[in-house]
């Protein structure tokens, strides 16, 4: 059964860090494109960081540059997303997604180019 489960979320004060790991069973992901998304109250969706097969490039939405860092260890299967200088806009439920699909479709960070979901893990950044 595929299966991928994130863990490593929590409260935060502004300004901290947090690592978030993503844990694939059932398939190897090292064959899948990886990214993390989030889902904030009341907004939609976003891809915030995106890892590729076998290269590992990565790519970041504008607002989490130079703040993420997007990791991968196929030999545990497992995905990383490091967090540091946390926001209050960063408040929300992080998940991951695995792709087989190009490039070129995964790298869009778009749902329906994802076939494999975790449950989320969900990030508070509070005073």
């Known amino acids: 059964q595929f299966k991928m489960v994130e863990s490593g979320g929590g409260l935060v004060q502004p300004g901290g860090s947090l690592r978030l790991s993503c844990t694939a069973s059932?398939?190897?992901?090292?064959?899948?494109?990886i990214a993390w998304f989030r889902q904030a109250p009341g907004k939609e969706r976003e891809g915030v960081a995106f890892?590729?097969?076998?290269?590992?490039?990565?790519t970041y939405i504008n607002s989490v540059k130079g703040r993420f860092t997007i990791s991968r260890d196929d030999a545990k299967n497992t995905v990383f997303l490091q967090m540091n200088g946390l926001k209050p806009e960063d408040t929300a439920v992080y998940s991951c997604?695995?792709?087989?699909?190009?490039?070129?479709?995964?790298?869009?960070?778009?749902?329906?180019?994802?076939?494999?979901w975790g449950q989320g893990t969900r990030v508070s950044v509070s005073s």
């Open positions: 997604g695995a792709s087989p699909r190009s490039w070129t479709l995964a790298l869009e960070m778009r749902r329906p180019n994802y076939d494999y």
């Open positions: 059932g398939f190897t992901l090292a064959n899948y494109h």
């Open positions: 890892i590729s097969r076998f290269s590992s490039n990565t």
